[in-house]
């Protein structure tokens, strides 16, 4: 099939979903960079997405940190891959099914991330509360303004707990997680699905098949998240979207509405 098949207005380098989320992606990474130290940055800071029983955590967080990037890197990363991977599949589905399917993965990805993180948080508390620390303890890493002022309270309290434990429940609470990630990996599984045998240039200069491609990726990423290699990033964030963008794929499967 040729791209001109693909719609009856022809094929777009840009279409309109592609071009929409790439503008409030730069939008609100803009806005977060100049006005992070302003009297508005609370406010920007609150998009990022927190776990539930952080004082900072909000439900509309799920949505909006998909929009929001650490890092100029982080941004040009997502942003390229959406665009190299997504264009395609959004002159195959149209605007409205890319679109549904974009958010769809991303809150996705949110949720598999909480869920992980509620089960690691689970632990980190059963060993503390196991170490003698009373619940008042947890309370007050989950809201403690620095990890600091969480070691001053266990001071306070004059027991003995592994500090490592300590610190892991307190960051836990405190680093948020950005980024449209999940949302692009849904966006590599459905065009490892659409296109398996597409070949897929890793730095512009070694070829591999797109559905080995998407296999690899996403076996790195879970041996990541389950032994911790590759800290300071959500590994169960990214295959959430893989996940739930199987899920939905497999779904209008059934209905007859792959391809249409």
Request: proline share 4%; aromatic share 18%; hydrophobic share 50%.
């Amino acid at each position: 099939m040729s791209y001109n098949q693909i719609s009856p207005r022809g094929y777009s380098m840009l279409p309109e979903g592609i071009k929409y989320l790439l503008v409030i992606n730069v939008i609100c990474y803009l806005a977060f960079s100049m006005l992070k130290n302003t009297p508005v940055g609370p406010i920007m800071e609150s998009m990022a997405l927190y776990q539930p029983g952080s004082p900072f955590f909000h439900a509309w967080q799920i949505i909006t940190s998909v929009f929001m990037h650490g890092s100029f890197t982080h941004l040009l990363s997502n942003m390229f891959a959406l665009w190299m991977f997504g264009t395609v599949i959004e002159n195959i589905w149209g605007t409205r099914r890319f679109i549904i399917y974009y958010m769809i993965t991303a809150v996705g990805a949110s949720f598999l991330y909480l869920a992980v993180n509620q089960v690691e948080v689970y632990f980190a508390a059963s060993k503390l509360l196991a170490q003698g620390a009373p619940e008042s303890l947890l309370y007050g890493l989950r809201t403690a303004p620095d990890l600091d002022a969480a070691n001053s309270l266990l001071s306070q309290m004059s027991i003995y707990v592994n500090h490592e434990t300590l610190s892991n429940y307190y960051w836990y609470y405190h680093v948020p997680v950005v980024g449209a990630s999940g949302a692009v990996f849904g966006i590599l599984l459905a065009f490892g699905m659409m296109f398996p045998n597409s070949m897929i240039y890793i730095y512009f200069l070694f070829p591999i098949k797109a559905k080995w491609f998407v296999i690899i990726y996403g076996v790195i990423e879970f041996i990541s998240g389950i032994t911790g290699m590759m800290s300071g990033i959500a590994h169960f964030a990214h295959l959430g979207g893989m996940l739930f963008g199987y899920l939905i794929i497999m779904y209008w499967k059934k209905k007859g509405m792959w391809y249409h």
